[in-house]
Nanobody, 120 residues
Framework: QVQLVESGGDLVQPGGSLRLSCAASGSIVSINSIGWYRQAPGKERELVAS??????TKYLDSVKGRFTISTDNTKTTNLQMNSLKPEDTAVYYCTGRFRVLGDFRIYGYWGQGTQVTVSS
């Protein structure tokens, strides 16, 4: 089994920065992909950024140039968010697709989310 826990959400002013972290636990042997989603009140959940096991990254158009996704190792993923805007306010979720010890298949997992609020 794998569990994901997000941290780093906070209240910041427009133009500020935050660094979100996603810590994974379990017998992960390889990463297929890691993604950060967000959901704002009254809006649909959207994929903000993703990174594959071989380091390929993709970003939502509205965050390109401001957000950076990275991995420290197979169990830690970060989302650096700069030049934050009020429109970035949302609950941010970490999701991962992993291969675990003793199983050739790839499974998906979700964290419980961390609140990011951008307001003056």
């Amino acid at each position: 089994q794998v569990q994901l826990v997000e941290s780093g959400g906070d209240l910041v002013q427009p133009g500020g920065s935050l660094r979100l972290s996603c810590a994974a636990s379990g017998s992960i042997v390889s990463i297929n992909s890691i993604g950060w989603y967000r959901q704002a009140p009254g809006k649909e959940r959207e994929l903000v950024a993703s990174i594959t096991g071989d380091g390929i990254t993709k970003y939502l158009d509205s965050v390109k140039g401001r957000f950076t996704i990275s991995t420290d190792n197979t169990k830690t993923t970060n989302l650096q968010m700069n030049s934050l805007k009020p429109e970035d306010t949302a609950v941010y979720y970490c999701t991962g697709r992993f291969r675990v010890l003793g199983d050739f298949r790839i499974y998906g997992y979700w964290g419980q989310g961390t609140q990011v609020t951008v307001s003056s």
